[in-house]
């Protein structure tokens, strides 16, 4: 437990209760999420009604502003009973932290109301640009992966800064200038590119905008910079003095996605369990409960899920304390939230994949779990953040060298 553990476990409980009285109503809900590659009305109410959107949003406009630890902790809840709308949340609550950023008058047009949910994507290549123009910006691009966007009321798009001949602008140091554009979600064009194997009730899908004229007070800074060694123009533009904004919206990105592997290592390892106190397989007298090797299994994987999830939570308690008495968050806090949150997705894909293999041929039915958890652990280990590429670059900082910072 960290420092702070027994505040954070205070403001985390309300949260939790929350997600955990969701999980029937998400695990019955699971196969006409997958079917329709979104959430269902009904699931939505119910989402909003939580509060779940809101966990990142500044208390100023009606949010939890909760802690990072305890967000992954809630995450993980809700992904015990589908990943997919747990994916959503961690990704839709990521987007909400913009508001800390912009014109509170904006911003509460943004992110205000009851249902207000924000999604936005990759950018596909450096011709998502943004031209300055008298009061804002023009705006051309396409993004993909944007989770949630089904049930989103605006989309952002990240942009580079370019004169009117595609030509990017620069800062004073050389660094290329960035900003995230918010638009309502009516006036993209979204195209239903999102035909998976996992995580399908997402509906990650590509949108792209052409000469959008975008309102300067409708866009941020790209939050990267906050955690530059030097004062980036994001920080200048932070307007929410709190701990939490202090992060970046990647080190919540890394949070959460591991809290959505995490729950569902819970929901398989857990289902095993049960499926091993009846079942005796085909061709032998030994139920699964008795065999040796299935008890030492077990084990092990209740050690790595429990360990992975206990240390993320650690990291992330002990940069909430230090971020508390700083400016901003540190890089070598940064480099252990991307150790843990990517070592987190690991292990408990390993404890999803041992789930799979020992139940045998009862794993292939689709009316059991234990396939999408499959599939869906999977393709969060194939998204950035569970990429095998983060121990590379965490090895080099260990080592001395310098790492690369993009996805820190």
């Known amino acids: 437990m960290s420092r702070d553990g027994n505040g954070r476990e205070e403001s985390a409980a309300p949260w939790l209760a929350k997600a955990r009285a969701l999980k029937p109503i998400l695990e019955a809900a699971a196969p006409r999420i997958e079917a329709a590659c979104a959430l269902p009305a009904d699931v939505l109410d119910a989402l909003h009604q939580a509060q779940l959107f809101r966990?990142?949003?500044?208390?100023?406009?009606?949010?939890?502003?909760?802690?990072?630890?305890?967000?992954?902790?809630?995450?993980?809840?809700?992904?015990?009973?589908?990943?997919?709308?747990?994916?959503?949340?961690?990704?839709?609550?990521?987007?909400?932290?913009?508001?800390?950023?912009?014109?509170?008058?904006?911003?509460?047009?943004?992110?205000?109301?009851?249902?207000?949910?924000?999604?936005?994507?990759?950018?596909?290549?450096?011709?998502?640009?943004?031209?300055?123009?008298?009061?804002?910006?023009?705006?051309?691009?396409?993004?993909?992966?944007?989770?949630?966007?089904?049930?989103?009321?605006?989309?952002?798009?990240?942009?580079q800064e370019c004169d009117a001949n595609g030509t990017p602008l620069l800062h004073a140091d050389g660094r290329v200038r960035e900003r995230t554009m918010l638009f309502p979600r009516v006036e993209a064009d979204v195209r239903d590119s999102w035909d998976v194997v996992g995580l399908r009730g997402t509906g990650s899908d590509t949108y792209s905008v052409k000469d959008l004229f975008v309102p300067r007070q409708y866009t941020v800074a790209r939050d990267q910079q906050l955690t530059a060694d030097e004062v980036g123009e994001a920080e200048a533009e932070r307007r929410e003095g709190g701990t939490l904004y202090r992060f970046s919206t990647m080190n919540l990105y890394a949070a959460g996605f591991a809290g959505v592997a995490l729950g569902i290592a819970r929901a398989a390892l857990d289902a095993f369990i049960s499926l091993a106190t009846s079942k005796t397989p085909s061709g032998t007298r030994v139920a699964l409960r008795d065999n040796h090797v299935i008890q030492a299994r077990i084990a092990l994987s209740e050690a790595k899920l429990g360990s992975s999830a206990r240390w993320l939570e650690h990291v992330l308690g002990e940069a909430w304390h230090d971020v508390s008495v700083s400016p901003r968050i540190s890089f070598e806090h940064r480099i252990k939230i991307r150790l843990a949150s990517t070592y987190a997705i690991h292990e408990a894909r390993e404890v999803v994949e041992t789930a799979y293999a020992e139940a045998g041929a009862t794993a292939i039915f689709l009316s059991n779990p234990f396939e999408r958890r499959l599939r869906d652990v999977n393709t969060v280990s194939q998204q950035v953040q569970g990429s095998s590429i983060h121990f590379q670059t965490v090895g080099q900082y260990f080592l001395g060298l310098t790492p690369s910072a993009r996805f820190l």
């Open 55 to 159: 966990m990142l949003l500044p208390r100023s406009f009606g949010g939890g502003e909760l802690d990072p630890a305890s967000f992954a902790r809630v995450v993980a809840a809700v992904a015990e009973g589908d990943a997919s709308v747990a994916w959503c949340i961690g990704q839709n609550s990521g987007c909400s932290m913009a508001a800390a950023y912009m014109d509170p008058a904006s911003a509460r047009e943004v992110f205000g109301g009851p249902r207000a949910v924000v999604a936005w994507g990759f950018p596909l290549g450096p011709q998502c640009r943004a031209v300055p123009v008298e009061g804002g910006y023009r705006v051309s691009g396409t993004w993909a992966f944007a989770s949630g966007n089904r049930h989103s009321t605006w989309l952002g798009g990240h942009c």
